[in-house]
């Protein structure tokens, strides 16, 4: 069993800045992408920024400039730097890796964290 666990989120006034983490931990024979969703009250979970594992990225229009999304795959961690942050980027922001489990064959799946809330209020 793979478990992604996120940490990181809270409150902050706009303009300031926060940095989240992921963790995998499992049985864990390889990670491919490892990205971040998020899901604010009333609309559909949209993409973030997604990672390779050898570290192309790629972010929503919204975040590029502000956004920063790296990985350690010593550690099976990704990271999010946030920074500018917008009453707009209110959301819960969710981990999501593209997991190869050990003994699984090769065959990859579709993993995602709890969710963690971020919220950008004066």
């Known amino acids: 069993q793979v478990q992604l666990v996120e940490s990181g989120g809270g409150l902050v006034q706009p303009g300031g800045s926060l940095r989240l983490s992921c963790a995998a931990s499992?049985?864990?024979?390889?990670?491919?992408?490892m990205g971040w969703y998020r899901q604010a009250p009333g609309k559909q979970r949209e993409l973030v920024a997604r990672?390779?594992?050898?570290?192309?990225?790629n972010y929503a229009d919204f975040v590029k400039g502000r956004f920063t999304i790296s990985r350690d795959n010593a550690k099976n961690t990704v990271y999010l730097q946030m920074n500018s942050l917008k009453v707009e980027d209110t959301a819960v922001y969710y981990c999501?890796?593209?997991?190869?489990?050990?003994?699984?064959?090769?065959?990859?799946?579709?993993?995602w964290g709890q969710g963690t809330q971020v919220t950008v209020s004066s």
């Open positions: 999501n890796a593209d997991v190869v489990p050990e003994g699984g064959g090769g065959r990859s799946y579709d993993v």
């Open positions: 499992g049985s864990i024979f390889s990670i491919y992408a």
């Open positions: 990672i390779t594992k050898r570290g192309s990225t």
